[in-house]
């Protein structure tokens, strides 16, 4: 009886498949557009930054990052407000004012897309879509409206037209993101949800809210940014300085008719986006995965 040997095994490379120069070449070239594309992005934030640390009359000497006179005295100037109201007192009322806006958005959002995702009333689809035609809207057409009306109300010099909005589900792209993202979550746990006595109460704050942390937390990052970069609102209506924003303090900077402090701009521009970025990169990965899965069905 025969035996025939078995065929050799092929010899494994110490490192594994060596890349392929057509390979290494793709991938030097994808990241060098990348890098390129990364560094066109972040220029206008590094020249800002070298910007406030430069005397008032070398700001605008150069389009490079660094000078050779370099000074941190804008940021404690910048601070102090120019001899007006401190800079603390700014970044306090637009936290306030962000804080509110984003328990109105979660809360008030939450129970009307949880209403239009799983309850059945009459004329549901209509009033969906009529919600959702808000968005064509744009914010000017409601502004003279909206400003008549917060005046009757006596509530112009206040915060109450920047945040009860909010408690009313004025934010229709929200609405519509939360309830993309619920009618993804399975009806079955909602069942068993009213198996153990839960009613529409209950599924919503043991079953929907838990499931729902992506989609909340990207409306409170929008919210965020949205709320704390807005300018025109706060113009509107906060006329008292003890009451103005970071945005309304930045453009304290500026003097039309004299000369505008621009060191002490770009030093408070710099500080006014630490809060927005530590909460973008706290918030990222609920940001992604509340845009992924939003449009799941």
Known sequence: MSTTSAPP???RLLFGNRPTRS????????????IVTLTLMLYPLLWMFGASLRPDNQVFNTLGLW???????NYADGWAGGGQLNFSRFFF?????????????LIACALTAYAFARLEFRFKKPLFALVI????LPYHVTLVPQYILF?????VGTVLPLVVP???????????LMVQFIRALPPSLDDAARLDGCGHWGIFWRVVIPLSVPALGTTALFTFINTWNDFLGPMLYLTEPDAWTVSQGLATFLDATGQSAYGSLFAMSTLSLVPVLAFFIAAQKLLVEGIATSGLK
Do not use: C, E
């Open 9 to 11: 095994r092929p010899r």
């Open 23 to 34: 390979r290494l070449l793709r991938g030097l070239a994808k990241h060098s557009v990348m």
């Open 67 to 73: 000078t050779g006179d370099l000074t941190w005295d």
């Open 93 to 105: 009322n637009s936290l306030t004012i962000t804080v509110l806006s984003i328990v109105g958005n």
């Open 133 to 136: 035609g808000t968005l064509l």
């Open 151 to 155: 005046n009757q109300l006596d509530w």
């Open 166 to 176: 909010k408690f009313m589900a004025t934010d229709a792209f929200f609405i519509f």
